[in-house]
């Protein structure tokens, strides 16, 4: 019975162990674009879709440093430009958080719809976490899922 115990108290100590060293360290930067993924259209079954909305986050999770926002864009399925979310560049102090939101519209955004976010900082910074979350209803069944950014330009590193 001991052994038993101790058995399944390594062997859940492994399983711990290992989603720690799963995360990735945290990486620094000066600024990077940022691709998020911001579905609002999602396929059911076959030809058949629901919609909904997405709302993009941008979270500054350095402790100790503010990072510039200076571009927040989204982009159909098509890859054309449906909006400019920033008329001049926006200050996200140490721990603060931005949303924005896109609802689904006919002909717009859809089943591959993305943002991009273009940040900066004079000082080297944790990098943002920036992520989205889709959501999407049909009757009574309701559908969500989340996606993070990918970095596809970094200042510095």
């Known amino acids: ?3 038993s115990i101790l058995l399944l108290f390594v062997a ?3 399983l711990l162990s290992l989603n720690v060293w799963s ?3 945290l ?27 997405t709302t993009v986050t941008i979270h500054n999770i350095d402790p100790n440093h503010a ?4 571009a927040v864009t989204s982009y159909d399925t098509h890859g054309k430009l449906t909006k400019q ?7 996200l102090a140490p721990f603060a958080s931005q949303n924005y939101r896109i609802r689904y519209e006919k002909g717009v955004d859809g089943t591959g719809a993305n943002f991009i976010v273009r940040w900066e900082s004079s000082e080297l910074v ?8 889709m959501l999407a209803t049909s009757g009574t069944q309701g559908y969500s899922l989340s996606s993070q ?6 200042k510095g590193e």
């Open 27 to 53: 990486s620094k930067s000066t600024g990077q674009t940022v691709y998020v993924p911001s579905y609002t259209e999602l396929y059911k079954s076959g030809s058949f879709s629901v919609k909904g909305f």
């Open 126 to 133: 944790v990098t943002p976490l920036i992520e989205s979350r």
């Open 149 to 154: 950014g990918r970095v596809i330009e970094s």
């Open 23 to 25: 995360h990735d360290a």
């Open 12 to 14: 859940v100590t492994a």
């Open 1 to 3: 019975m001991k052994t």
């Open 85 to 91: 979310y920033l008329q001049e560049p926006l200050v």
């Open 67 to 70: 990072l510039k926002v200076n």
